[in-house]
């Protein structure tokens, strides 16, 4: 299965979204489980995008309190809960919106868990309208999320709530 996924080093950044948004659900096996759906889809998305983070947070229960628990990822090592309402990332989970931020340096309480990271996309994953996670992607470079990103991002998300 994993074998005949391809997505051509050449293609521009439209192109790689409508082939991962095509690629990504004949990766996801049910009976596998979320876990090994998500890091596949988080390699997958890694290899094809290049940014310098990929993964998803989950909502999960810490200390008898809600929280961002990292999921699956591709990149650098991270941050490993995030709360409510806290950073980029919990900030797309309380407001139920995606985020993009063309420079972290100027989001108010960004967590900064690369110093190399620049600029943030942010997508909440729902399940029943409510919030169970977030994809996250950061990138090296500054403004580098533009709409097609968001778009594309938005719909691939879709196709990962599927495994939560």
Known sequence: MAESLHIPETADRATRYRLLQQQLPSLM?????SVANLANAMALLHQALGFHWIGVYLVREVDGKQELVLGPFQGP???????????VCGTAWQQQQ?????DVEEFPGHIACSSLSRSEIVIPLQVNQV??????IDSVRPND???IDRDALIIIGKILEEQL
Not at 29 to 33: E, F, V
Not at 78 to 86: E, L, Q, S, V
Not at 98 to 102: A, L, M, Y
Request: with cysteine.
């Open 29 to 33: 096996d049910p009976q596998a489980g």
């Open 98 to 102: 995606t985020i993009v931020v063309p």
């Open 77 to 87: 090592v991270a941050c490993t809960r995030i709360g409510f309402g806290k950073g």
């Open 131 to 136: 919030v169970v996670g977030v994809l996250d």
């Open 145 to 147: 999320f533009s709409d």
